[in-house]
Antibody, heavy 123, light 108 residues
Framework: QVQLVQSGAEVKKPGASVKVSCKASGYTFTSYYMHWVRQAPGQGLEWMGIINPSGGSTSYAQKFQGRVTMTRDTSTSTVYMELSSLRSEDTAVYYCARDLGEQQLVLGWFDPWGQGTLVTVSS | DIQMTQSPSSLSASVGDRVTITCRAS??????LNWYQQKPGKAPKLLIY???SLQSGVPSRFSGSGSGTDFTLTISSLQPEDFATYYC??????????FGPGTKVDIK
């Protein structure tokens, strides 16, 4: 079955960077785009950006431009999201989520999702 | 960015009730509207895509309708496992996806 497994929780100091991984299995990794979405404690969902696992091209939400980098490793079917210059407002659960569009079509329908990675930013 | 609003922000209902949640977009998004269910401590789950299409494996008591700016999610007969928070999301603005603030459904 399609599964996305994310790395474990992280605690970072303000100004540091964090890199979260998302390992995919159960489907052809390079055929589906991957999104990153975050959720601050008790808050709603916020789309951060998308990566094409085939060619590695990316597109980021304007809010995160310059601070986020999404990469992939096709040999391990893993995508990564790195967020730099962390501040307390970045404390959130970060999710990867596969786009449902086949053959590299972006539909913006997110399914499935990873289990989430809690990133805590605190001095 | 397209702004999404939901109403109500929360509701209390009983098992067996018919529940309706409304989502509104700040501009027309045709039928590019999706619904997700999220339970505490869990990742969201896709319920409905393209306004009215039921995702595989989702019970038929869930349905979606609407187009343009106004959409609804209906649960025809609320079950114990349906108590959760529901989010709408627009996929009209490609690469600038946005979610509604959520509607929490809890037990009356």
């Amino acid at each position: 079955q399609v599964q996305l497994v994310q790395s474990g929780a992280e605690v970072k100091k303000p100004g540091a960077s964090v890199k979260v991984s998302c390992k995919a299995s159960g489907y052809t990794f390079t055929s589906y785009y991957m999104h990153w979405v975050r959720q601050a404690p008790g808050q709603g969902l916020e789309w951060m950006g998308i990566i094409n696992p085939s060619g590695g091209s990316t597109s980021y939400a304007q809010k995160f431009q310059g601070r986020v980098t999404m990469t992939r490793d096709t040999s391990t079917s893993t995508v990564y999201m790195e967020l730099s210059s962390l501040r307390s407002e970045d404390t959130a659960v970060y999710y990867c989520a596969r786009d449902l569009g086949e053959q590299q079509l972006v539909l913006g329908w997110f399914d499935p999702w990873g289990q989430g990675t809690l990133v805590t930013v605190s001095s | 960015d397209i702004q999404m609003t939901q109403s109500p922000s929360s509701l209390s209902a009983s098992v067996g009730d018919r529940v309706t949640i409304t989502c509104r977009a700040s501009q027309s998004i045709s039928s590019y509207l999706n619904w997700y269910q999220q339970k505490p401590g869990k990742a969201p789950k896709l319920l409905i895509y393209a306004a009215s299409s039921l995702q595989s494996g989702v019970p038929s008591r869930f349905s979606g309708s609407g187009s343009g700016t106004d959409f609804t999610l209906t649960i025809s007969s609320l079950q114990p496992e349906d108590f959760a928070t529901y989010y709408c999301q627009q996929s009209y603005s490609t690469l600038a996806f946005t979610f509604g603030p959520g509607t929490k459904v809890d037990i009356k």
